[in-house]
Structure formats: structure tokens, C-alpha cells
């Protein structure tokens, strides 16, 4: 994060393009943390309902797990990269619905790189336009199975629809 220049009389040197720049970064990197710590406290709560116990608790003589500790995981979201978010987890392994496993990517971020392949764009060059939406050039790139899991995961959920309205097989492709 740059500082902004403060002139001899205390006034600040004010570069319109330079500012805007400034207050759009520091805006995205505030939304950033905010959406972190909102994911963090999601994932919390949904522990908590998971256990039927908060923090501190003491429970009934069935309790059927325990907290385990934190694992970190990054996210990359349209908002940028999240680094190091706080997965709760538990001895027996608590499932989140919220950040399901393996997860890496938002669904629109998947979305948006299956609709860049759609449209014919490399899988070398899907990385490159890719690195925008991590923030910070992340040294974890789509690989080149991400489209294609992406396809399979449009063709299932196609199937899917297809199956509950009057669509049939040759209509998919």
C-alpha cells in the first residue's frame, strides 16, 4: 500500500489518477478482509450448529465430537485472493456446506474460466486472465483439468434440468 505525499504546509499533493488508485485499492483490500472475517464467522457458526455447542460449553454426557483446531485454506473469490482462511474442523471431521472440500475457487470465478474456454481461449491464457481475479499474482493457476471439471460439473447440472422439464439427450450435444 502506497502512502500519500503530504507537501510542506501539511496539505496533501493530491494526483487525481494517483488518489483514485489509492481509495480504489485500500477499498478493495478493506472488502477483502471484511469478506474474511465474514466467511470465518460463518464457518464458526456452522461448527457450532454441527456440535449443538458454542465455545466453552459444557456438554451433555453423549457428546458425539470435539473442536479440533484450524486448518488455513486460500480462496480465490471475484473480489481477489483470500489468504489463509480459518477452517474449523473437528476429531470425527465436520463436513462444511458453507466451504466445501477442496474448494479453491468461487463458482462464478469457475464460471467465468469455463466461459473463457468456451469461447475458445487457451487453457494457457485462461491462467493469465485468471491471475486478475486472485489479487495478488497467486502461484496457484486454474490447471489444465479446470475446464473440463467445469464442463462436467455444466453438463450435470444440465442433465439435472433437463431431466425435470421436457428436455432430451440430443438437445446437450
Known sequence: MRELE????GHLKLDFA??????EQELAERV?????????????AEQDRYLELGYYEHAPLSRLDYRNGFYFRDLVTQLGR???VRVPRTRQGFRSQVLP??????????????????RG???RQVAKCSNPCSAKATPRKPSPT???NSTRRWRTFIAARCAT??????SMG
Do not use: G, H
Request: glycine content about 0%.
Open 6 to 9: 503530504v507537501l510542506d504546509n
Open 18 to 23: 494517483e488518489c483514485k488508485e489509492f481509495f
Open 32 to 44: 477483502r478482509a471484511q469478506l474474511k472475517r465474514l466467511i470465518e464467522q460463518v464457518l464458526l
Open 82 to 84: 483470500l489468504a489463509r
Open 101 to 118: 472440500r477442496y474448494q479453491r475457487r468461487q463458482q462464478a470465478v469457475n464460471n467465468l474460466i469455463l466461459q473463457a474456454f468456451l
Open 121 to 123: 481461449i487457451s487453457t
Open 146 to 148: 479446470s475446464p473440463a
Open 165 to 170: 422439464t421436457t428436455c432430451t439427450s440430443s
